[in-house]
């Protein structure tokens, strides 16, 4: 069985400028996560989806950042304009039903640089 | 929110010896997870115990869960150098099944 991909796995933007980081979670997970982790710190949650709709983005910088799930498979976050504090890896996660005791899969993670 | 903290935050020990890191979380929980990250790479499952449950094994793991206080431990035996990676909890939240994680224990394994 695939993982969850994601791409790129590296970027290394100036501020102010835009980035796109795609996913592709495991086949049939109909939740979707994209988590934040800042070097020394643990994952954040900043949106999770269910299909192709939203079910929390109460974490998600929404003056910047953006996602979406459109056909209810692959994601896509972006930021625009990035700042230097936006510097951290951006992992995708999925799962098959948002039910008890089901694990979470995570991808390798898009480690972005901001200078 | 943060729903794990993890204690302590950097632990090194000698290959062949055994590493505890402990867990507490704050609200109610279905389960609790715990992940480990090798640097520069993503997050691996290693095991899930859910609330009903005291106490788990996965090979050289063994996980326990203490809901009255809260809390939760992580004993890795018999280490090895390939242990080497940090490790985080994440509590699954009762209400909102929003999966939160603390900031992780970083371990070291010395050959």
């Known amino acids: 069985e695939a993982g969850v991909a994601q791409s790129p796995r590296y970027k290394i933007i100036e501020k102010r400028q835009s980035v796109a980081f795609w996913c592709n979670p495991i086949?049939?997970?109909?939740?979707l996560y994209w988590y934040q982790q800042i070097l020394g710190q643990g994952p954040k949650l900043l949106i999770q989806?269910?299909?192709?709709?939203?079910?929390?983005d109460s974490q998600l910088p929404k003056d910047r950042f953006s996602a979406e799930r459109l056909k209810g498979v692959d994601s896509t976050l972006k930021i625009q304009p990035a700042k230097l504090e936006d510097s951290a890896v951006y992992l995708c996660?999925?799962?098959?039903?948002?039910?008890?005791?089901?694990?979470?899969?995570f991808g390798e993670g898009s480690w972005l640089t901001v200078v | 929110s943060q729903q794990g903290e993890e204690d302590p935050q950097a632990l090194s020990i000698q290959e062949g010896e055994n590493a505890t890191m402990n867990c507490s979380y704050k609200?109610?929980?279905?389960?609790l997870q715990w992940y480990r990250q090798n640097s520069g790479r993503g997050l691996v499952h290693l095991i899930l115990?859910?609330?009903?449950?005291r106490e788990k094994h996965s090979g050289r793991l063994r996980v326990t869960l203490d809901t009255s206080k809260k809390s939760s431990s992580l004993l890795i035996t018999a280490s090895r150098a390939a242990d080497t990676a940090s490790y985080f909890c994440?509590?699954?939240?009762?209400?909102?099944?929003?999966?939160?994680f603390g900031a992780g224990t970083t371990v070291t394994v010395r050959a």
């Open positions: 994440a509590g699954e939240g009762s209400n909102d099944y929003k999966l939160s």
């Open positions: 609200t109610s929980i279905n389960n």
């Open positions: 115990i859910r609330s009903n449950e």
């Open positions: 989806f269910q299909n192709n709709g939203v079910v929390d």
């Open positions: 086949s049939g997970h109909a939740t």
């Open positions: 996660a999925s799962r098959p039903l948002r039910d008890l005791g089901n694990t979470i899969y």
